[in-house]
């Protein structure tokens, strides 16, 4: 499937959903917007009001609505006018443990559980209110690795759901992860701002979970982690895994944050992910696809077209050691397993970044080198220049500029044939 199928197919499923029918406006249903009541028995009310008449639009107009978690059902949209706020409860004791992505887990604020056609609409905003639970995971060691603790809550969670919209609303200042599509097929993202600050901890703006058939449009994004973090299975998975498949993401603007992933946790694999014109500010890495032995699969058919850069620090990350970047020490080959990655088959073009401190780094396993990396047309500017070890190089147009040391450092590992 190539990428203008994929881009068709799924804004042929999202233009399909049926036209929400009743409206429940959740002052109907006793909702406050005095930014102290809380309103979760009201919006859910709402909700389920809707989704009982066979669908319609829940309604949030004007002022603050504070909130503990609630729970989307088919055929339902949330719309959120301008100038309007849900704001997650600042009570912890208000969002409930439970087992998520297959580990302990906390619910999010927003969610949904084997539902079709739901969706996030309108121009108002969706505050996780994160600040205190940040505070607390700073405090908890392992407290942004899945399974290590009790996960804290993320923001917006659809979890085994098809045909999902999130467009024109602001995301921001979730606990943990602000968007997660888990196993769920056929979501477009598009128009939406997502928001935290620059130190806040694992506040990922996007992260495709084991998902498929996804358009990511016109996202401004600007976190504390990463921008876009495709996922499909967690640290030591013991399977199955599905993979995450099928995703394109175009002309969006990332600030702050870790850049767009593929990885860490990608146990049941990625391929066909497709990112074109992006632009990166001041992002700790543009372009990183990043895996380790214990958290890896195969990771395929990937491709970055029209990309621009600036102040960004790695321009190009591309590692088999994470959270390492480069190899400590021994480099013994180790035995392939089920959890071993594999990198392959990976296209980035027309790449111009600036003002960096790394321009970048290819390395893979011994076991397992990054085959047929191909560069097209890449000019980076930066301190220090590009390193390649364990991988399978070739393209032409490659110009790397570095203030400090070989703009190029080729391990005898490595095979690169540049033109």
């Not at 669908?55 to 989307?72: D, N, R």
């Not at 995450?244 to 603007?253: A, G, Q, R």
């Not at 990112?275 to 895996?291: L, S, W």
């Not at 396993?365 to 000019?379: A, D, G, R, W």
């Amino acid at each position: 499937m190539n990428r203008r199928s994929i881009s068709f197919t799924a804004l042929l499923l999202a233009a399909s959903l049926p036209a929400a029918a009743k409206v429940c406006r959740v002052e109907a249903y006793g909702a406050k917007a005095d930014a102290t009541t809380k309103n979760t028995r009201a919006i859910q009310a709402a909700i389920d009001d809707c989704a009982k008449a066979g669908g319609g639009t829940v309604e949030l107009a004007g002022g603050v609505f504070v909130s503990g978690p609630i729970v989307l059902k088919s055929n339902v949209s949330l719309d959120l006018a301008k100038g309007t706020t849900l704001l997650g409860s600042p009570d912890h004791a208000d969002y409930p443990a439970k087992s998520e992505f297959r580990a302990p887990g906390t619910q999010s604020l927003v969610s949904a559980t084997n539902a079709q056609n739901v969706a996030i609409t309108g121009s108002g905003t969706i505050d996780g209110n994160g600040e205190s639970w940040w505070v607390e995971a700073r405090s908890t060691r392992n407290a942004g690795v899945v399974g290590a603790v009790q996960f804290r809550p993320r923001l917006v969670v659809f979890d085994h759901c098809k045909h999902v919209r999130i467009e024109g609303v602001t995301i921001q200042n979730s606990p943990s992860w602000q968007v997660v599509p888990y196993y769920t097929d056929d979501t477009v993202i598009r128009n939406v701002r997502i928001l935290a600050p620059q130190h806040s901890p694992n506040t990922d703006a996007i992260d495709p979970f084991s998902s498929s058939n996804m358009i990511i449009d016109h996202v401004y994004a600007d976190v504390g982690d990463d921008n876009i973090a495709i996922k499909s299975g967690i640290i030591n998975s013991p399977g199955p895994d599905e993979p995450s498949k099928n995703i394109v993401i175009t002309d969006c603007d990332f600030m702050h944050g870790h850049g767009l992933s593929i990885g860490s946790e990608i146990a049941g694999g990625a391929n066909n992910i497709h990112a074109e014109r992006i632009h990166f500010k001041g992002t700790d890495q543009g372009i990183r696809i990043k895996a380790n032995r214990d958290r890896g699969n195969q990771v395929y058919n990937i491709s970055f077209k029209d990309i621009t850069m600036e102040e960004v620090k790695t321009s190009i990350l591309i590692s088999e050691y994470y959270p390492k970047v480069l190899p400590q020490g021994d480099v013994a080959a180790a035995p392939v397993t089920r959890l071993t990655p594999f990198f392959h088959d990976i296209t980035i073009e027309n790449v111009n970044s600036v003002k960096g401190e790394t321009a970048g780094v290819i390395v893979g396993l011994p076991e397992s080198p990054v085959k047929n990396v191909v560069l097209k047309n890449i000019n980076i500017s930066a301190e220090k220049g590009m390193t390649i070890a364990y991988a399978d190089v070739k393209g032409f147009g490659v110009h790397v500029v570095s203030a400090t040391g070989e703009p190029m450092t080729v391990a005898p590992s490595a095979k690169v044939d540049l033109k």
